[in-house]
């Protein structure tokens, strides 16, 4: 009965048809699904970037010995942060320093630093992006104590 199968089959003129069909479900499947893994991979690298980013800017502000330096050593912090993760990034654009009381440094007051970064969505060519805004926007913020006992000077 095997042979009289293998006969029908190739009367039918069905032969391999059924690999076509599986190749060209599978391109339907897969490419959106690649699209979504790596999309999601780069806002995920884009939210560990800016919460290693805003939580060193507010603890090396809130550590150093004047606004100036202190601005200074956040703003480093945020551009290895960044960097680190692939993202080139400006980081004093990204970077945004408030505090709760002024000056910003004064014993027991707070200071928030608040990272964003815009992650752009992956093979999406730069005219598209400039008529429609193809970004997700990642955003974080981080409030680190001055310390209670810390010498003014």
Known sequence: MSGWSARRARATGEDGSSVVEFLGL?????VPLVYLVLTLGRIEAAMFATEGA???????YVAADDADEG???AVAA?????RDQGFDDDPSRALTLT???VPCLAPGSDVSARIEVRVPL???PGF?????PLEVPVSVERVAPVDTYRATG
């Open 54 to 60: 805003a939580r060193e800017a507010a603890r090396t």
């Open 26 to 30: 599978s391109l339907v499947l897969l």
């Open 71 to 73: 601005t200074q050593r």
């Open 122 to 124: 992956p093979f999406v």
């Open 99 to 101: 505090c709760s009381s």
């Open 78 to 82: 945020v551009g290895i942060a960044l």
């Open 128 to 132: 598209v992006r400039d008529v429609i």
